[in-house]
């Protein structure tokens, strides 16, 4: 008979280059179903408190604890050791007081920074906008739309946590502070200093200067998380 479902389970040492665990240190890692991120650029909840935290010391150990609704992520109770998490997502286990976000390291992986209290707000980046039969719709990084929001492609969005209620435009424009995805400068904090337009053979570019240093990178690397400073205090 053939097998039925898809395969849970992957070889550590194939695992996408954002998931940062010891690759040699265990031969099975735990692959990502659909949802909010793309298996490129998230790493599964599983994995989170197996490899990143350390509250699990083998998966069914991460397994038990979803099961009893001790963790959330973004605010909302998540039981799939499978669920993706992604850049800016909040990671909380309040029974133990543990509170996370999700960063990147300059390698380009995801990392987890420990918070002295819980997350009410994440930064999330509208990548492209559509006429529907209802209006424009925007779609975010993280999966999520909105009708009638009034943010172009490039533009982030505050989002309040548990509700998923978008705040606060940020828009992408000279003196926004940037936090950049990917290249040489990633996980570094940037100020736009100039957008250079795309053409028909060139990326969107942008230009940005940390501290004394300038440099440019395309525009999809580019993550604006506030105007001058980041509305994200612990990022900053």
Known sequence: MSRKGEN???KAISMPRAVHINRK??????????????KETSVSLGLVLRDYI???????????I???????????????????????????IEKQKLFYRVLLD????????QNEKDLKEKVIKVVKKVMTS????????????????????????????PEGKAGEVIEFKEGALAYITKGAHCS????????????????KLVKLAEGKEEFETIADNVF?????KSVMADVE
């Open 25 to 38: 240190g265990n031969f099975w890692a735990v692959k990502t179903k659909a949802g909010p991120h793309n």
């Open 188 to 203: 570094e904090l940037a100020v736009v200093k100039q957008i250079v337009a795309a053409s028909a053979k060139k990326e």
């Open 224 to 228: 604006i998380i506030g105007k001058g």
């Open 66 to 92: 979803l099961n009893h609704g001790e963790v959330k992520v973004n605010g909302v109770v998540r039981a799939d050791h499978q669920f993706p998490v992604g850049l800016f997502d909040t990671v909380a």
């Open 54 to 64: 350390g509250v699990a010391a083998v998966m069914k150990e991460a397994k038990h």
């Open 106 to 113: 300059d390698k380009g992986r995801l990392v987890i920074k």
């Open 8 to 10: 849970k389970k992957a």
């Open 134 to 161: 209802k209006g424009i719709q925007a779609t975010t990084n993280d999966g999520r739309t909105f009708m009638g929001l009034k943010a172009n492609v490039g533009d982030s969005v505050k989002l309040a946590l």
